[in-house]
């Protein structure tokens, strides 16, 4: 077995050398406007290669530098592109590495998330996965030293992905992130409407998305849950598609970056199932 996943997808969604890498997020960080406000409790991030998605992924990411030296545990949630999973799956690793270096496997939180029924170990699930993978070097830029929960998640209700948000919830020292992108492979006018639709429904906090509107769906509607029982306010930071950053408009993947903060004294002290 394996004790650090290596990068997979370093050199072709995002490139592949330190240096390179480093600028790259950097200049995607700077280039966003007023990214100041409260720190959120989760975000909702694409996870296309970074030519595309990065300027809107960056949107939500500026909105975490408040949290450096706070934010030492991130629960990562994806959808699975290769393998077929039923339920959650954890890696068995102790660290992804990325070119910025390797970001440790919370293996006490995973410990913790696999007394749940619906999460079990597949390594296979995680090895070619990029949902995940594309996160870490932003997060390791605005965060610096933390440690992840991967999940990659595959058939699953939205209350059994919900139940193990729940369970990792924490205090400020944890945050959430769901990696999806929207609609796929529509014109572009089309996908405008589709995804405002879509970005309609997030801020609503209505865990009824199908896989049309987001491929990430699942992994959403959990979060939506806890978010609405926890009175977090979602706000929507950014919302463009491909065709607005470095492809044409016949066939263009939609993106949209949100943040989920707390909406008065009593936010996140919830406790229970996000049911």
């Not at 408040?66 to 339920?87: C, E, I, S």
């Not at 590495?97 to 170990?121: I, K």
């Amino acid at each position: 077995m394996a004790s650090v996943r290596p990068a997979a997808v370093a050199g072709f969604f995002y490139p592949g050398t330190a240096a390179t890498l480093t600028a790259d997020v950097r200049g995607y960080l700077g280039a966003v406007a007023g990214s100041g406000g409260p720190l959120p409790k989760a975000v909702v991030v694409p996870h296309a290669g970074y030519v595309y998605s990065g300027p809107v992924a960056a949107s939500a990411y500026a909105r975490l530098a408040a949290g450096r030296g706070t934010v030492r545990r991130v629960v990562l949630l994806g959808p699975t592109h290769r393998v077929a999973v039923r339920g959650l799956a954890l890696p068995s690793v102790r660290a992804f590495a990325t070119p910025l270096g390797a970001v440790e496997v919370d293996r006490d939180a995973a410990a913790q998330a696999l007394t749940l029924p619906q999460v079990s170990e597949n390594d296979a699930a995680h090895a070619q996965e990029h949902s995940l993978e594309v996160q870490l070097p932003f997060l390791q830029t605005v965060l610096g030293e933390f440690k992840v929960v991967p999940f990659a998640v595959g058939a699953a209700a939205a209350a059994e992905v919900a139940d193990v948000i729940e369970l990792l919830w924490g205090g400020p020292e944890t945050l959430i992130v769901v990696s999806s992108d929207l609609s796929h492979y529509h014109r572009y006018d089309e996908a405008r409407r589709i995804d405002r639709a879509t970005s309609d429904a997030v801020l609503a906090l209505d865990a009824a998305l199908d896989h049309e509107q987001a491929c990430g769906a699942t992994p959403l509607n959990g979060l939506l849950l806890c978010a609405r029982r926890h009175g977090l306010a979602p706000e929507l930071l950014d919302l463009r598609n491909s065709g607005d950053t470095a492809g044409d408009r016949a066939r263009v993947v939609g993106y949209a970056s949100f943040a989920f903060t707390a909406d008065g004294p009593a936010a996140g002290a919830a406790t229970g199932s996000c049911r």
